[in-house]
DNA sequence: TTAGTGATATCC
DNA sequence: GATATCACTAAA
């Protein structure tokens, strides 16, 4: 049985969050109509302002905003010019937590995952509750197990913050 | 290994 | 106002 995940799986902390949604289904109704439901094979959580790898580390800006939203709130930023990076607002309102989604199946990698997905800085700062009609998550009890590994392309972080296994892939 | 790309933050 | 920096990717 398909079960849509609701926003208060994202009230609680990041990396738990972020290890639960490895394995459930990323699902995209596309402006044609067309829908498709890709596998989270790959995330990694970002845990507040102490984390010098969040974007929020230097405390509230503009571009961070939804990082602090309610939970279940999209932070969608452009990266190099050309890719976007899809993220999930998680913890408290108020707290700067959030996951990155980094991997579905048949879209390796941050950027690619947006693009087939067709996912841009219009979904910013929006509450998925509000937009279940264009994205959505489902959890369809598919067990696996998940691996952790440290975060990539966060070379500007402390190097214990750097260290930290807040990545996870899920295995079948 | 390197170029490409543009918003953002941080510094004049 | 200017510059440096990026939670990346494809091509070579």
Not at 14 to 35: H, I, S, T, Y
Not at 98 to 107: N, P, S, T, Y
Not at 118 to 146: H, K, M, Q
């Given at each position: 049985?398909?079960?849509?995940?609701?926003?208060s799986?994202?009230?609680?902390?990041c990396?738990?969050?972020?290890?639960d949604?490895?394995g459930?289904?990323?699902?995209?109704?596309?402006p044609?109509?067309?829908?498709?439901?890709l596998r989270i094979l790959?995330?990694?959580a970002?845990?507040?302002?102490a984390?010098?790898?969040?974007h929020?580390?230097?405390?509230r800006?503009?571009?961070t905003?939804?990082?602090y939203?309610a939970?279940?709130?999209l932070?969608?930023?452009?990266?190099?010019?050309?890719h976007?990076?899809l993220?999930?607002?998680t913890?408290?309102?108020?707290?700067?937590?959030?996951?990155?989604i980094?991997a579905?199946?048949?879209?390796?990698g941050p950027g690619k995952l947006?693009?087939?997905?067709?996912?841009?800085?219009?979904?910013?700062?929006?509450y998925?509750p509000e937009?279940?009609?264009?994205?959505?998550?489902?959890d369809?009890?598919?067990?696996?197990?998940?691996?952790?590994?440290e975060?990539?392309?966060?070379?500007?972080?402390?190097p214990?913050?750097?260290r930290?296994?807040?990545r996870?892939?899920?295995?079948y």
């Amino acid at each position: 049985m398909q079960h849509v995940i609701s926003p208060s799986f994202f009230a609680r902390e990041c990396p738990e969050a972020a290890r639960d949604l490895a394995g459930k289904l990323l699902c995209r109704r596309f402006p044609n109509g067309r829908v498709i439901k890709l596998r989270i094979l790959e995330t990694e959580a970002y845990c507040g302002e102490a984390d010098t790898a969040c974007h929020a580390h230097r405390g509230r800006t503009k571009r961070t905003e939804p990082l602090y939203a309610a939970p279940g709130t999209l932070y969608v930023y452009l990266c190099y010019g050309m890719h976007w990076m899809l993220n999930i607002s998680t913890g408290r309102e108020g707290e700067a937590q959030g996951v990155l989604i980094r991997a579905c199946d048949g879209a390796a990698g941050p950027g690619k995952l947006t693009k087939a997905l067709e996912i841009d800085g219009s979904f910013n700062g929006r509450y998925l509750p509000e937009i279940t009609s264009e994205l959505w998550l489902e959890d369809d009890a598919l067990p696996c197990s998940v691996m952790t590994a440290e975060r990539v392309g966060i070379g500007y972080a402390s190097p214990e913050d750097q260290r930290r296994p807040w990545r996870y892939i899920a295995v079948y």
